[in-house]
């Protein structure tokens, strides 16, 4: 991997020209006290290192005579690395990491303006850490106070995000073999918990297997906080309570996937708790279903982002259009949106190193074209609320709707000739849904 992260950094090296980017990596979060969450890198600042510690800074110096790549990382410390682990320490940094100059974080506010003095702009994006935010703009004003005289030196901050993130939009092969093993191990993992799952059991058991294979296999663990939603709880869309005791007819929404080696998968399935869809949920997850079917196939080469989306929405509404739960004309209930009292999300969105992952969906009013290498996660969703008002002029749903929440989510890679569902291996035909 070391050859594509310096592949990828000589990337934007040359995008960059005679400016200078520097990266911070994510802090340490603490959960409580003096207790710590499990680290993870800053997204980007894995992409282009793949170095995997806190208190460090990356800079990217194209124009430097000597060094290109520079690292600021914390120094051996074999006191402190009893109590929190091992650290590269500077000459490792150098040696593992291909760095051209390392430096302990320490030195940073000394050594850094030599790397940002003859760079016409820096790349850097004013990102959550404020200290850090702060320290780069002192350093960015102190030299343009002596611009005047020297007339050298950066005259703006740029953000790295939209060269950087385009980047990150196509995947590499050594990235989709990463993801196709987070797919794989989600998708176990969900056709574990679909057997698993039935009347009587609690939604934190389904959690627990579902995450207990997730670490089996190898992975991190989960990319996001797991969803185990039964029955009404499904039209909660970021349900994570999963303290529910699950009943006979009865659907369960899981929405989970794993992270593994830092890219993650993202699966959705609904499906009878018990053995069989009652009539309303038959009806109901069909037209899910078919949304689906119909969006991922406009997942193609060529095809503007938003096409997928526009997609499931027609077929939603036309579906709710014969239920009875919408009434009106089908292009007019989209144009006004009538249906969002039962559909409030998009479509999809980008999956990567982030579930949410980096990249524009539109450029102005032009949506982003989509090509090879993109994935995108495609999951339409009906959710009929116990308590759901429905939009201007509409009915109210029949109480016989009320409660049901469906989603159904894949990973679909952009090939060039089509698509490629990375997750099809989770079943979602009813007959396959029910036992």
């Given amino acids: 991997m070391q050859a594509e992260y310096k592949a990828r950094r000589e990337q934007l090296m040359e995008k960059i020209g005679t400016g200078t980017a520097v990266f911070r ?24 290192t793949g170095f995997n510690e806190p208190e460090a800074v990356a800079v990217l110096a194209p124009h430097h005579e000597e060094h290109q790549f520079i690292l600021f990382v914390q120094p051996k410390d074999p006191e402190k690395e009893v109590w929190t682990g091992y650290r590269t320490g500077v000459e490792a940094a150098k040696e ?8 302990p974080i320490a030195e940073l506010d000394e050594k850094l303006p030599q790397y940002l003095i003859n760079a016409d702009r820096i790349y850097y994006h004013l990102g959550r ?11 960015w004003q102190r030299l343009m106070m002596g611009y005047a005289k020297r007339g050298t030196g950066p005259i703006a901050i740029e953000s790295t995000n939209p060269i950087l993130h385009a980047m990150r939009l196509v995947k590499s092969p050594s990235e989709l073999e990463m993801m196709r093993k987070a797919a794989a191990i989600s998708v176990e993992a969900h056709n574990h918990a679909r057997h698993f799952a039935q009347p009587g059991r609690n939604e934190y058991e389904v959690q627990a297997e579902i995450e207990h294979l997730f670490r089996l296999r190898g992975a991190i663990g989960p990319a996001y ?13 970021h349900y994570i309570e999963n303290n529910r005791q699950m009943q006979d007819n009865e659907l369960l929404l899981i929405d989970a996937g794993c992270a593994y080696g830092y890219y993650n998968a993202d699966i959705t399935r609904t499906f009878p708790v018990g053995k069989k869809f009652t009539p309303e949920q038959k009806a109901l997850y069909e037209i899910v279903l078919e949304a689906q079917l119909h969006a991922i196939a406009q997942v193609q080469p060529g095809n503007p982002y938003n096409l997928f989306h526009d997609t499931a929405v027609r077929v939603l509404v036309e ?21 969002k009292p039962y559909y409030m999300h998009r479509t999809g969105h980008w999956l990567g190193l982030d579930v949410h992952d980096v990249g524009v969906y539109k450029h ?4 982003q074209t989509l090509q090879s290498g993109h994935i995108v996660t495609v999951e339409p969703g009906l959710y009929i609320g116990s308590n759901v008002k429905p939009a201007e002029e509409q009915p109210e749903p029949h109480e016989r709707w009320r409660g ?5 989510e894949d990973d679909v890679l952009v090939t060039p000739e089509g698509q490629e569902v990375l997750t099809a291996g989770v079943p979602k035909s009813v007959e396959e849904m029910e036992r």
């Fill in 25 to 48: 990596s994510a802090p340490m979060a603490v959960m409580h006290n003096d207790v710590e969450y499990v680290f993870r890198q800053d997204s980007d600042f894995f992409y282009l």
């Fill in 96 to 103: 593992k990491y291909g760095a051209d100059e390392a430096y």
């Fill in 129 to 139: 850490d404020r200290d850090f935010n702060q320290t780069l703009l002192t350093h």
């Fill in 225 to 237: 906080p797991s969803i185990v939603a039964s029955g009404a709880n499904a039209c909660i869309l």
């Fill in 319 to 339: 579906g709710l259009v014969d239920l009875g739960i919408l009434k009106g004309e089908i292009d007019q209930l989209i144009e006004e949106e009538k249906y």
């Fill in 364 to 367: 102005g009013e032009n949506w």
């Fill in 404 to 408: 049901i929440g469906i989603r159904i």
